[in-house]
């Protein structure tokens, strides 16, 4: 397997998989528009060997493609596969010993080996100035890392087995930062390099960080993979390399000897300044929040190192094939994670945390012939009480009966759900609670609510295949299209505040409820476009559950209390753009125009 990131990159040139960009090309704003238009078209990784104002290459849409990710690993990855599954099933080498010889032997390959106590001697020491500042979006507050391996020690149990590595955003410029002497370190709530930070703060020390950027590709998904417990990021970087991750310390920080770059530094405790915005993978950009402020020691760069980066925005986008790679590795780790858990699918289309789709058991009363959710609403809690899975807002739960169900035929699903879920009982909230950091449709930073859709049992009704009447010609509520069996989006006024859309919502669902039971349509989407979230799937369940609060935003048709739970006829869901959302990314058109010259032809991206 690769011992550094070019080895990958020559490889992938000689598949056809890689594509050299010879012309300077400028980090503001080109280089993203490049490489979103080569993603969108399934294309070739891009290396740029002439970015403007930097000595250093640049590669992008390395894993922009499932067969491609599973080719730059194809020699390693069913090894560890195996490893994953005997950390998932420790009894299965009792079971069938021969089968896991060669997880065993790839076992071998994987523990970090310590070097010499200096920096590698092809290394040398840069600034961040020397680097491919590259700003990704308009309005992003500067140039960002978006493919870096953030590594932490534990203060309390320093070495390297219990090191944490996470892909948190790094800003490299903008703001408030001093140039070359500080960085901003951006990361979310539920993730390990948190525990070492307080840990430290509580100690009043400061938090020693190792950024790491480039490597064999394998080093950078070990630092987004959800590992089982007791693997560590940096055995499983070991494992899916076939090579031992190679380390040294240098004044107290730890080094990568196979990172293309090393970035060394201390965050103290307290010390935060305003990081963003940053155009990012919900569609949106996040904006300027206070983060922890990282203060450079030194920088390395590897010699004729090359710099990897991604663009993130509405899925998909190249994380969605890190996700697809990573369901692959990982296979049934949920079902041992979670007894009674079959499936749960994070809905990549609604940028991942917003949306859960998830199959469980229903084993409960298996005596009685009434069927409800009883089991499902368990799971449902554990699902959301586990690691990052408990950012979601909105999770759909059911467990198959007569027919095989899968979360990623997502219409299917859903279908599946509605027509059986039962209105008056089937709908739970949890409010004040938390979500993802980058979502801005809850009442604050991290904060929102929650709510479980759980269906179980015999078919309760067929479901629209068109507009019903009842919801053609609502005054002020206009062009009703329907998105799949059983859900119709209808077009509503601007919303300005929450007091008026409450008096919105009231009239919309009184006219509805005038006008009789509509039993075939138990979900209506309330929006600013209704055919453009009519247009596809994908376009309705990135607005629908990016664009809502559940305790805010969902209403009801005949909705009431019944002993605290809520209930209604039909859920209306208001997915309208509210005042305190972030803005959505949009391309800056004459840098659009200018990358045109790129795909000419007879350029070298002419043939995409």
């Known amino acids: 397997m690769y011992r550094n990131l070019e080895e990958c990159i020559l490889d992938l040139e000689r598949d056809g998989q890689l594509v050299r960009i010879k012309e300077e090309v400028d980090p503001h704003l080109e280089m993203a528009a490049i490489h979103l238009k080569v993603f969108e078209a399934g294309g070739p990784a891009l290396l740029f060997e002439n970015v403007k104002g930097s000595k250093f290459k640049a590669v992008s849409n390395l894993f922009g493609t499932i067969d491609r990710s599973k080719f730059i690993f194809r020699k390693t990855l069913e090894a560890t596969q195996s490893v994953i599954a005997l950390r998932n099933d420790p009894m299965s080498p009792l079971k069938n010993p021969f089968k896991h010889i060669g997880a065993g032997l790839a076992a071998t390959k994987a523990l970090p080996i310590k070097k010499t106590s200096s920096i590698p001697a092809d290394f040398k020491e840069i600034q961040i100035s020397d680097l491919p500042l590259i700003h990704h979006w308009p309005d992003d507050g500067g140039a960002f890392v978006t493919l870096p391996q953030v590594y932490s020690e534990d203060p309390e149990k320093p070495g390297i087995m219990n090191a944490n590595l996470g892909m948190y955003r790094i800003q490299l410029s903008g703001n408030e930062y001093e140039m070359n002497k500080e960085i901003g370190l951006h990361y979310q709530i539920h993730r390990g390099i948190g525990v070492h930070q307080e840990k430290a703060n509580r100690l009043g020390i400061p938090l020693k960080v190792s950024i790491f950027i480039g490597g064999p590709p394998s080093h950078t998904l070990a630092a987004v993979m959800p590992l089982p417990e007791g693997l560590s990021e940096m055995t499983f970087a070991g494992l899916l390399a076939g090579r031992r991750f190679r380390y040294s310390y240098v004044d107290g920080y730890c080094i990568s000897h196979d990172a293309d770059f090393v970035i060394t530094g201390e965050v103290h405790p307290e010390e935060t300044k305003p990081e963003g915005p940053f155009g990012d993978h919900l569609g949106y950009y996040s904006l300027t929040h206070p983060f922890p402020v990282m203060r450079v020691h030194k920088v390395y760069a590897k010699n004729n190192s090359i710099w990897p980066f991604t663009v993130v925005g509405r899925p998909p986008q190249e994380d969605t094939a890190f996700g697809d790679l990573i369901h692959e590795l990982t296979g049934d780790a949920i079902k041992q994670d979670i007894p009674g858990v079959q499936e749960v699918h994070a809905v990549d289309a609604a940028g991942v945390h917003p949306l859960l789709f998830a199959i469980g058991s229903e084993r409960y009363t298996p005596y009685q012939k009434v069927k409800q959710p009883t089991e499902l609403l368990t799971l449902a809690n554990r699902i959301l009480g586990t690691g990052q899975l408990s950012l979601a807002k909105y999770l759909f739960i059911t467990a198959e009966e007569k027919q095989p169900l899968a979360t990623r035929r997502e219409e299917e699903f859903l279908t599946y759900i509605l027509e059986r879920i039962d209105l008056r009982r089937d709908i739970h909230f949890q409010t004040n609670t938390t979500i993802d950091t980058l979502d801005y449709s809850g009442t604050g930073l991290n904060t929102g609510s929650k709510v479980v859709f759980a269906a179980y049992g015999d078919k309760k009704r067929d479901l629209c295949k068109e507009v019903p009447n009842s919801l053609i010609d609502l005054q002020g509520f206009d062009q009703p299209h329907l998105v799949m069996p059983g859900i119709v989006a209808i077009q509503g006024p601007k919303f300005t505040t929450y007091d008026q859309a409450q008096q919105q919502l009231k009239k919309l669902s009184d006219a ?52 605290k739970h809520w209930a209604c006829d039909n859920v209306i869901i208001d997915a309208r753009t509210k005042p305190h959302h972030a803005p959505p990314l949009v391309p800056n058109a004459n840098v659009e125009k200018s990358i045109e010259r790129f795909f000419e032809k007879g350029a070298n991206l002419g043939h995409i």
Not at 540 to 563: A, C, M, Q
């Open 512 to 563: 509805i409820s005038e006008r009789g039971a509509l039993p075939s349509c138990p979900m209506i989407i309330l929006c600013d476009e209704s055919q453009f979230v009519s247009e596809s799937t994908s376009n309705f369940l990135w607005v629908t559950f990016t664009r809502s609060n559940p305790s805010h935003d969902i209403y009801g048709v005949n909705s009431k209390y019944e002993f």
